[in-house]
């Protein structure tokens, strides 16, 4: 039986496993099945808590549902810091490797900061060939790849199928980018909806998307931080960073991290 524990980010929600030990060896079909919402136990991915290799507090592993390994996951990140926190604490602060590099995370109840890794590839108004027509897009790695689509309407706004499209879009291959789409709603606040790659589908939402949609929007319109951001699942995040020329540094992501329930499960 492998004991788990279920947590979510403002409604993006995955499957906490505590790994210290090495014991834990999944494959992408396990993976799977631990996020299956019919089957397993739901969740748009599963969050492995190992030993550090360079010298941090701890490793986070960040599996999407579709059982590949992805780099980092904002909402991810700050569950895991809880998690952390809950089994292997307290702490009011730790540090944790990702493939994206090291995070820093700070807990104040259910509510926790996480520095995020410097983004990279900042590239606006991109014009991007979808079903015939030129769309402008925009672009930026918060960690894994995101573009950031400006809409007059976010609820008529076909987030599966025109998500789907430039998720798969040639200009991203083959790794693929994930689709996020944002409305501004006031000065300094914005919502957005989010089409994740390696899940495939619309989740409630996405850390890092809503930071690479935040950063985005300051760039566009020249707005500072912090900025809050609106998720599909009704939460709202906020965004801190500093503008350093073309670049942006000491980007910080708070928001809600809630314990769902724990329980035991016997793989397939």
Same mark, same amino acid.
């Given at each position: 039986? +492998?004991?788990?524990?279920?947590?979510?980010?403002?409604?993006?929600?995955?499957?906490?496993?505590?790994?210290?030990?090495?014991?834990?060896?999944?494959?992408?079909?396990?993976?799977?099945?631990?996020?299956?919402?019919?089957?397993?136990?739901?969740?748009?991915?599963?969050?492995?808590?190992?030993?550090?290799?360079?010298?941090?507090?701890?490793?986070?592993? /960040?599996?999407?549902?579709?059982?590949?390994?992805?780099?980092?996951?904002?909402?991810?990140?700050?569950?895991?810091?809880?998690?952390?926190?809950?089994?292997?604490?307290?702490?009011?602060?730790?540090?944790?490797?990702?493939?994206?590099?090291?995070?820093?995370?700070?807990?104040?109840?259910?509510?926790?900061?996480?520095?995020?890794?410097?983004?990279?590839?900042?590239?606006?108004?991109?014009?991007?060939?979808?079903?015939?027509?030129?769309?402008?897009?925009?672009?930026?790695?918060?960690?894994?790849?995101?573009?950031?689509?400006?809409?007059?309407? +976010?609820?008529?706004?076909?987030?599966?199928?025109?998500?789907?499209?430039?998720?798969?879009?040639?200009?991203?291959?083959?790794?693929?980018?994930?689709?996020?789409?944002?409305?501004?709603?006031?000065?300094?606040?914005?919502?957005?909806?989010? /089409?994740?790659?390696?899940?495939?589908?619309?989740?409630?939402?996405?850390?890092?998307?809503?930071?690479?949609?935040?950063?985005? /929007?300051?760039?566009?319109?020249?707005?500072?931080?912090?900025?809050?951001?609106?998720?599909?699942?009704?939460?709202?995040?906020?965004?801190?960073?500093?503008?350093?020329?073309?670049?942006?540094?000491?980007?910080?992501?708070?928001?809600?991290?809630?314990?769902?329930?724990?329980?035991?499960?016997?793989?397939?």
């Amino acid at each position: 039986m +492998l004991s788990f524990t279920k947590m979510n980010g403002a409604g993006n929600d995955f499957v906490l496993l505590d790994n210290r030990s090495g014991r834990i060896r999944l494959n992408s079909d396990e993976i799977a099945f631990l996020c299956d919402r019919h089957r397993g136990v739901g969740g748009d991915g599963v969050l492995l808590l190992e030993n550090p290799a360079n010298g941090a507090d701890f490793q986070m592993r /960040y599996y999407n549902s579709d059982g590949g390994e992805a780099e980092m996951c904002g909402n991810g990140a700050r569950c895991f810091a809880r998690f952390a926190s809950k089994v292997a604490g307290p702490f009011s602060e730790l540090t944790f490797e990702t493939p994206a590099g090291i995070i820093r995370a700070k807990l104040d109840g259910e509510q926790v900061t996480v520095n995020l890794s410097s983004p990279q590839g900042l590239a606006l108004n991109r014009k991007l060939q979808i079903q015939g027509e030129e769309l402008t897009v925009h672009l930026l790695n918060t960690g894994v790849p995101h573009v950031v689509v400006v809409v007059d309407d +976010l609820d008529a706004t076909p987030v599966f199928e025109l998500g789907k499209t430039i998720r798969y879009h040639p200009e991203f291959r083959p790794k693929g980018t994930n689709a996020n789409f944002m409305k501004a709603i006031a000065p300094g606040k914005i919502a957005i909806r989010t /089409y994740e790659r390696g899940v495939e589908a619309e989740t409630l939402a996405c850390g890092t998307g809503v930071t690479a949609s935040a950063l985005i /929007y300051s760039r566009l319109q020249s707005i500072d931080s912090p900025i809050g951001v609106q998720v599909r699942g009704g939460d709202w995040l906020e965004v801190a960073f500093v503008n350093a020329g073309q670049e942006f540094r000491d980007v910080a992501l708070t928001g809600p991290a809630d314990f769902a329930f724990e329980g035991a499960i016997e793989l397939p």
